[in-house]
């Protein structure tokens, strides 16, 4: 068996995790020496009808002068069916084969930074991934040759990274603002014990969007320095406007002011744009995170006075604003020795490791979270989560109106079960149409169907009683049994079909591709 890593797959950049013989994680250097690597795929027309995408800085360098061959940001297409990137040899990609070859990438650093095999992972995803985009996530990592352990939250893997290497016990607020989601994390640190209380996010809210506030006044004011008006047309330009303001929003961390230099048709072209100027561009987007942490601490019950830790993770956490904004709304001091690019990455790796020793012993631990030895001591570590979404069933209300009943709610503990009953419409109904769906409102026109089916039933009068069940794994992986109540027995059960993912046999022709596609 080879060795387990920990995987931060994000929007903008990656990184890989493992633990060492001392019981610390640390961070594997990619090939050209870096601790991250940029999620950037370019495919480079090689003219022999294949592809050799190549992962990394010179994919990213590569944006501005072969746009339409590079692909950025796919994570936010992740469980997406109907998103493609077609190469310029006439190949067709997935988001989740996209995400693969980024996977592979990784994987072979790792095992160059070894000198041994890797075959395992644990990978992380923003807490408020729903199940299409986990089921995604996993497919990708099978797509690149891993054994995918566990998918795991991202704030919670940077807890548990803070939690270890510090020893801190207590309530402690995961502000994650990563390249492309967001999400807030309350959860309390005992002895070991990682128990989330409360999470909530935007998985379309990130550096992302900070950029193009600043892409899109370049814009404007090329166009007010006369550069033309149709400049958007012009890929190659817009890719170059979209590096340059993501370059500026990192200086704009450190200096009061940044200037965008662009060449337009000949023509020179200076844009000046201030600190002051992108916190007022960008103001409404740090408000919506503002919020968002609100929520989750009306929903874990807890005040500011109750929280003993801030931790800010995701490379756009270095903006001034985030950090001025946090300190403002509790009065208190993030914690500085936390690196916001490398926390999830090494909170996974000790996840990989925790997984590891599951599979040594036969099987994971019982009870309610993951009971496993520590990676160093004799400390036991259990690791609990909540649901990111709630999940409900269509049914007809007292008005004989289809309508959404929650059967698990939102930030309830997993693994968790839930229960909903029904009744039959008609007399001699044949089967029960079960509609799995993710989302509080109980309006059908906003709840998301995530899988379906169709299930036979005995013949009975109109009003005969059932129950659904819903099973809910500490993967986020939904089960569901439909109950007869007059014959006390399971008529049916079935695992989410997840219309959305790509099929076994998608997946099986994307691992012979990938097994035949080099990578650099």
């Not at 931060?8 to 961070?27: E, N, R």
């Not at 998608?506 to 650099?520: K, L």
Request: with cysteine.
């Amino acid at each position: 068996m080879g060795r387990a890593i920990g995987i931060d797959l994000g929007t903008t950049y990656s990184a890989v995790a493992v633990l060492q013989p001392d019981g610390k994680p640390a961070i594997l250097p990619n090939s050209e020496g870096q601790n991250i690597t940029p999620s950037v795929v370019l495919f480079p027309d090689v003219g022999n009808g294949g592809d050799e995408p190549l992962v990394g800085d010179m994919a990213k360098h590569s944006a501005a002068t072969s746009p339409l061959d590079v692909v950025q940001f796919v994570k936010r297409q992740m469980g997406d069916p109907g998103w493609r990137f077609e190469s310029t040899s006439g190949n067709v990609y997935t988001a989740e084969e996209i995400s693969a070859i980024i996977l592979k990438k990784l994987k072979n650093d790792a095992e160059l930074a070894l000198g041994e095999e890797v075959t395992d992972a644990v990978i992380t995803v923003p807490a408020y991934f729903d199940d299409t985009r986990r089921v995604a996530t996993r497919q990708a990592g099978r797509i690149a040759g891993l054994n995918v352990l566990r998918v795991l939250n991202e704030p919670t893997a940077a807890a548990i990274s803070y939690g270890l290497n510090y020893e801190s016990n207590g309530t402690v607020l995961v502000y994650d603002l990563g390249g492309g989601t967001f999400d807030v994390t309350i959860m309390e640190i005992r002895d070991g014990t990682f128990d989330v209380l409360a999470t909530d996010g935007n998985r379309n809210l990130g550096g992302f969007d900070f950029d193009n506030r600043i892409a899109n006044y370049v814009m404007e004011e090329l166009e007010k320095q006369g550069a033309g008006s149709d400049l958007s047309l012009d890929d190659a330009l817009v890719a170059e406007i979209r590096e340059k303001s993501e370059l500026a929003k990192k200086s704009l961390s450190t200096i009061q002011q940044a200037n965008i230099i662009l060449s337009v048709r000949g023509k020179q072209y200076r844009v000046r744009i201030t600190r002051e100027q992108f916190e007022e561009l960008t103001r409404d987007l740090l408000r919506t995170t503002q919020e968002l942490v609100e929520d989750v601490m009306e929903a874990a019950g807890k005040l500011w006075a109750d929280i003993d830790h801030l931790l800010l993770i995701g490379g756009s956490t270095r903006m001034p604003m985030v950090r001025n904004m946090v300190r403002q709304i509790s009065g208190k001091q993030p914690e500085l020795n936390v690196n916001p690019d490398e926390a999830v990455a090494l909170g996974a790796a000790i996840q990989a490791y925790v997984c590891e020793q599951e599979k040594a012993e036969d099987g994971p631990a019982q009870g309610s979270g993951d009971l496993v030895p520590a990676p160093a001591g004799d400390m036991v570590l259990t690791i609990s989560d909540v649901t990111s979404q709630a999940l409900g069933v269509i049914l007809l209300n007292d008005n004989d109106q289809e309508e959404n009943f929650v059967v698990i709610p939102k930030n309830a503990k997993i693994p968790t079960k839930g229960e909903r009953h029904a009744m039959t419409v008609q007399d001699n109904q044949s089967s029960i149409f079960v509609r799995v769906t993710q989302g509080e409102d109980s309006d059908v026109r906003y709840a998301v169907v995530i899988g379906s089916k169709d299930i036979p039933i005995p013949a009975y009068p109109k009003g005969a009683p059932f129950t659904v069940f819903y099973a809910y794994d500490i993967d986020q992986t939904v089960y569901v049994e439909l109950f007869d109540d007059t014959a006390r027995r399971t008529v049916g059960t079935f695992e989410i079909d997840r219309a959305l993912n790509m099929d076994e046999e998608t997946v099986e022709n994307a691992i012979r591709r990938m097994d035949s596609m080099p990578i650099g």
